[in-house]
């Protein structure tokens, strides 16, 4: 039994391209579970195990890799003093398209190291990051990667991160050179400098005065930092008012940790992860700031029968209860379940519950995951994080528990996708894989949806870009051996009701022997603004407003389940549509003729009906778009960004180069890269990610539901 005061389950998170599989690499080395470090950039990374990661140089899926730290130590020495520590890392990936493996790996860490390149500073889809870390109030350091390159700015990254992501950062540290001449930091706690040794791969490390042309910048941040925590501690206050240099290093550090945990500060740290500079006070910088299971608020779910808010501590003794975060197909050992245990004992051979389809599911073997890799483990306890193997039916975000302690623990946000492909076999021989390929990858992956286009009989594949369909279409071919035709992508529109309406839907139908009848008043609209605020990423309100019984209270659930089925078909042009109310006021029923099924399908037929005369409007995709580009290449840019309907929403300079910020439809963005190059000469690029939908211009509604209906519209 390990002591949960030693462990730490954290994440590292960040942009595309900011460090962070290089980073992981590096604690993998100093923490003795590899012996040679591998580089991105050669495809030899152990979290990039995929073959996709390795040709492309990208993280797609997040990796789960344990292993151990010895803190504290002096100069990375081991003392009397030193503990070991255990950490659970999950390396995520930086594209936007594969955002729900950090949503995923966020709703079930402790604490995140927040990676920025200290080129570039806060970019997109660090906004995106901290967004998700924020839902999920996880605490975290910020680490500022790539001191070495040419350009680099600490404090400008610090700036960055207080004013765009709103958080109040300190320096805990300060660069002593930075670009070629980046050495080591100044430990504004410890009041001295940390030179690492190149030889070693930053293994080893010396000790030495602050350097003379740096004491007065280090007195002013270390001033900075003492009363930023001093705040959180009212002791610390009085000592700073007294005499700031009578604070100890330990009662500083008890300070951040709180500051931390609490969500106060975010301490900012810095160093080149590919020069081996600066991981491991980072790596310190976790055990000491970053919170244990224990550190963490105990955690809240409800019983599934009645709905009462139930809790559980991260302790052993409590009854088992775990969160399915990832679903992997593995080659060897089969279907895969990451899941973290927040309570209770599990033994590998036993049995859990899963609350969603109320079975129970015996768990064969137990692991510890190291990226591609299982070291099979006799049990797991609350605060761990494993891998299970098993299931016959497991779907990322169930909850598994106790069989007599059942628990429903908060399932997590999932993205909706925005772009389509049309998909089918190229042989008669790859029909029935293909149709299994989808269905284990959709396993997998909750953001990849699968429909059944009912004119043309094609299968269509929707998810968050381009790459990320790239990817899965790839992956069919090389994993599952299915050949594929692909159509061009496609904009995944939806519906949405401007006006609210109200329609009495009766359904009478008698086929000798026991009929059918149902009859529903119901009202039919835009969702309501405050509930749309406070139950974000759900598309339907559902209001039962029947009294007196016009109809049982056992048909309401038909009822509910019948609009919600029909909502995935719009009457424009057959998208799904958005952020729907029903509420449902009056209604008769039969004693003999009416039933559930009766119900589903007048609610079926009414929305049908009512959708009609509710104005209904189609809604595009808006997509937030990041150029940055030279700044003679401004005009033809912005220019280009106008002609594809962009919003600009302003500019701004970094490290040199003109930044463009625009929301543009997804509509006009396919190919956008290829067009910016030739823009550019090829030295703009482009970061894009989906911000929100948006009511799309009539003459492109029209376009669209004109080619969904097969019209062609006639030139001229």
């Known amino acids: 039994m390990a002591d949960l005061r030693f462990q730490r389950n954290f994440g590292i998170a960040a942009h595309i391209d900011a460090g962070k599989t290089t980073t992981t690499e590096r604690i993998l080395r100093y923490t003795g579970m590899i012996h040679k470090i591998g580089e991105v950039h050669d495809g030899a990374a152990t979290t990039d195990w995929m073959e996709q990661e390795k040709e492309r140089g990208i993280t797609i899926t997040s990796a789960a890799v344990s292993c151990q730290w010895n803190f504290p130590t002096v100069l990375g020495k081991v003392t009397d003093n030193t503990k070991k520590y255990y950490f659970n890392i999950i390396d995520t990936p930086g594209h936007v398209d594969f955002t729900v493996e950090v949503e995923r790996s966020m709703r079930v860490l402790d604490g995140l190291i927040a990676l920025f390149s200290a080129v570039d500073g806060v970019e997109p889809q660090s906004e995106t990051v901290w967004r998700q870390a924020n839902r999920y109030n996880v605490p975290r350091i910020g680490f500022v990667n790539k001191m070495d390159r040419s350009g680099a700015d600490f404090l400008n990254v610090v700036k960055q991160v207080k004013e ?42 010396d000790e030495i005065p602050v350097p003379e042309d740096m004491v007065e910048e280090a007195n002013e941040w270390r001033a900075q930092l003492v009363e930023a925590v001093a705040e959180y501690d009212d002791k610390l206050m009085e000592k700073f008012f007294e005499d700031p240099n009578s604070i100890t290093e330990d009662e500083m550090h008890d300070a951040i940790r709180k500051a931390t945990i609490d969500l106060s500060i975010v301490p900012m740290m810095c160093g080149s992860s590919f020069k081996n500079k600066g991981v491991q006070t980072a790596l310190d910088a976790v055990c000491r700031y970053l919170p244990s299971p224990m550190d963490i608020e105990s955690t809240k779910g409800t019983d599934p029968s009645t709905g009462e808010e139930l ?54 073997r137990i692991m510890k995951m190291f990226a591609n890799k299982q ?72 953001t990849l949806r699968v429909n059944t286009d009912e004119d043309t009989g094609q299968t269509i594949l929707r998810g968050m870009g381009e790459l990320h369909l790239e990817i899965i279409i790839d992956r069919m071919r090389r994993e599952f051996k299915v050949e594929v035709n692909q159509g061009a992508p496609m904009v995944a529109y939806k519906e949405a009701f401007k006006a609210k309406v109200e329609h009495r839907e009766v359904l009478k139908k008698q086929t000798g022997g026991r009929g059918k009848f149902a009859d529903i008043v119901f009202e039919l609209g835009p969702a309501d603004e405050e509930w749309l605020k406070e139950n974000p990423g759900k598309g339907y309100q559902f209001v039962n407003d029947i009294f007196g019984g016009s109809i049982p209270r056992e048909f309401i659930p038909a009822i509910q389940k019948g609009f919600e089925q029909a909502m995935t078909n719009g009457v424009l042009a057959s998208y799904p549509v958005e952020h729907m109310k029903v509420r ?110 948006s009511p799309a211009p009539n003459n492109i509604a029209e376009e669209v539901i004109a080619k969904v209906k097969g019209k062609t519209k006639v030139e001229g």
Request: charged residues 25%; negative net charge.
């Open 164 to 205: 765009m992501l709103g958080s109040k950062a300190v320096p805990l540290q300060l660069p002593i050179g930075a670009e070629d001449d980046f050495k080591g930091v100044v430990d504004l706690i410890k009041m001295k400098g940390i030179i690492w040794h190149m030889e070693t791969e930053g293994m080893t490390f």
């Open 311 to 364: 809790v559980r501590h991260p302790d052993p003794k409590e009854p088992f209860a775990a969160l399915a975060f990832k679903i992997m197909t593995d080659p060897f050992v089969g279907r895969l379940a990451f899941f973290r245990v927040y309570s209770g004992h599990l033994d590998a051979g036993s049995y859990v519950l899963n609350v969603r389809s109320g079975k129970k599911e015996r768990i064969s």
């Open 375 to 446: 070291n099979p483990i006799d049990f797991i306890e609350a605060g761990d994080i494993g891998a299970a193997v098993g299931f016959k039916e497991i779907k990322t975000g169930d909850t598994l528990c106790h069989e007599d302690y059942p628990i429903t623990l908060e399932n997590m946000f999932i993205p909706e996708p925005v772009i389509a492909i049309a998909v089918e076999p190229k042989t008669q021989a790859d029909v029935d894989k293909m149709g299994m390929a989808i269905g284990k990858l959709v396993e997998e992956d909750p």
């Open 584 to 693: 449902v006021f009056d209604g008769s029923f039969h004693q003999v003729d009416s039933d559930s099924m009766s119900f589903e399908l007048c609610a079926r037929g009414g929305f049908r009906e009512a959708a009609r005369k509710a104005k209904p409007t189609l809604l595009e995709p808006i997509m937030k778009v990041e150029v940055i580009t030279p700044e003679q290449y401004m005009g033809d840019v912005t220019g280009d960004l106008n002609r594809r309907r962009g919003m600009l929403e302003g500019m701004d300079s970094r490290a040199g180069a003109q930044v463009i910020k625009a929301k543009v439809p997804l509509s006009e963005m396919f190919g956008y890269v290829t067009q910016l190059r030739s823009l550019s000469s090829g030295r703009a690029t482009s970061t894009m990610e989906f911000s929100h939908y």
